[in-house]
Nanobody, 114 residues
Framework: QVRLVESGGGLVQPGGSLRLSCVASGFPFSNYGMKWFRQAPGKEREQVASISNTGSTITYTDSVKGRFTISRDNAKNMLYLQMNNLKPEDTAVYSC???????WGQGTQVTVSS
């Protein structure tokens, strides 16, 4: 059974940092690319970052370039999103996603507010 479980969200002030984690199970994690998506209230879901199965290819949406870092630890079946210099417009539910398999985690809420 495939499972993706995110954690690390919370309330943070503008300019703050959070590190999201996604633990994967039930499939050969190191064989698949992974992505982080986010969805803010009233908005469409947006791809934030992607990483290939080996970690050699990484992409970011323009609005997070230079602030967010996606990474993975294949030995631990873990996907990460380090988010620095957070802005109110980063407020959303963040979810991890398996490329090709199409599985989603339940999401973790990130709220950036003073």
């Amino acid at each position: 059974q495939v499972r993706l479980v995110e954690s690390g969200g919370g309330l943070v002030q503008p300019g703050g940092s959070l590190r999201l984690s996604c633990v994967a199970s039930g499939f050969p994690f190191s064989n698949y690319g992974m992505k982080w998506f986010r969805q803010a209230p009233g908005k469409e879901r947006e791809q934030v970052a992607s990483i290939s199965n080996t970690g050699s290819t990484i992409t970011y949406t323009d609005s997070v370039k230079g602030r967010f870092t996606i990474s993975r630890d294949n030995a631990k079946n873990m996907l990460y999103l380090q988010m620095n210099n957070l802005k109110p417009e980063d407020t959303a539910v963040y979810s991890c996603y398996t490329v090709l398999l199409g599985y989603w985690g339940q999401g973790t809420q990130v709220t950036v507010s003073s």
